[in-house]
């Protein structure tokens, strides 16, 4: 397992995302970003303990849109 930072550009994106990545049982913690830069828009960020692989997979065949994950 990995510790792995989404960026959204949306709460609703980030929210979307956490409820998959909980679904496919690992745990998630949506935070906002206090600083976010112009292309983050309200920038909320997920941070993720899970499969990588598997998480992308879902939030691609869910259409969660993510800006960029960064892995800890």
Known sequence: MNKIIFKFSSVTYALK??????????????????????????????????????????FDLHRVKYLSYELM
């Open 17 to 58: 995302g956490k409820e998959i990545a909980e679904g496919l049982g690992g745990k998630a913690v949506v935070r906002k970003n206090p600083h976010p830069s112009k292309k983050e828009g309200c920038g909320y960020s997920l941070t993720v303990n899970g499969n990588i692989d598997r998480i992308i997979t879902a």
